[in-house]
């Protein structure tokens, strides 16, 4: 036993020395560049063929710029507020503006001026006194609430004008009855008012001269002086005839719809004529 343990023993050690002295014998130091003995040329087709796949690369979108910010759009959301009622801006045309409560009647290109205060937010009429324009042929405007129905009258006095001045005949006077005035759009045509077309109290002779003597007399004249405007008129027959006029003193309107609030209305307006 002893001395087969000591042959393969022995084997052994050959084999392990002839194996270090075989690797120190394929150590030939480092690897020199372009050394024909380091090429390694491949022939067999196997080795040579292609394996790795095409590489796809997935092109991801680039993410949008963001749009410039329009400067005009920009301010205007900025500003932007929830709309609020705007009052009613005054007309820049003139003239006569009576703002009753929900109601508002306009008549352009006069002026007029009142006496009194008049409390319109809670009246149903008010009154003026034309101071300078002209009504014949101008228009009447509802420019706040609706109108269905425009009614027209006026009165006339008959007024004495000579070089003693102008004496007013109260008795003689005359009120018309209401008339409808055409218009639409809240827009209505004030007419009927020219000298012409007014009508008047007709009287005679001797109404006409009882006529100046109480006016004389309201007046506190003396009989000298009454007796002067009743020589004045001592050859009038008709009341249009000089130095007698038919005179407009008043014209009224009555307005009848529905104010902004839509609730049926009636207002009046009156427009006084100096003498």
């Known amino acids: 036993m002893s001395g087969r343990f000591s042959w393969f023993l022995l084997v052994g050690l050959t084999f392990a020395f002839a194996s270090c002295e075989d690797k120190q014998q394929k150590n030939h130091g480092a690897i020199v560049l372009n050394d024909p003995s380091t090429i390694v040329t491949e022939n067999d087709s196997l080795y040579l063929m292609d394996y790795v796949g095409d590489i796809k690369v997935l092109e991801q979108p680039l993410p949008e710029p963001p749009a410039p910010a329009d400067s005009n759009t920009t301010a205007a959301t900025a500003t932007q507020e929830p709309a609020a009622e705007q009052p009613v801006q005054p007309s820049s045309e003139q003239g006569l503006t009576v703002a009753f409560k929900g109601v508002t009647i306009f008549i352009p290109n006069i002026e007029t001026r009142t006496y009194q205060d008049q409390d319109l937010k809670n009246a149903n009429g008010a009154s003026y006194e034309l101071t300078k324009g002209v009504l014949n042929g101008n228009t009447l405007r509802i420019t706040e609430g609706e109108a269905t129905r425009v009614e027209q009258r006026y009165k006339t006095i008959i007024v004495v004008k000579n070089e003693l001045g102008t004496l007013p005949l109260e008795t003689l ?41 109480k006016a004389a007399r309201s007046q506190r004249m003396s009989r000298a002086m009454e007796q002067k405007w009743l020589n004045s008129v001592k050859k009038v027959r008709a009341s249009n005839q000089k130095p007698l006029f038919v005179v407009l003193r008043s014209v009224m309107w009555k307005i009848d719809g529905k104010d902004k609030n839509g609730k049926f209305f009636q207002k009046q307006l009156r427009m006084d004529f100096p003498l």
């Open 173 to 213: 006077m005359e009120l018309t009855d209401w008339k409808e005035i055409k218009g639409n759009n809240n827009i209505y045509k004030i007419t009927g008012l020219a000298t012409k077309d007014l009508k008047y109290e007709k009287a005679s002779r001797g109404a006409i001269r009882n006529a100046v003597s």
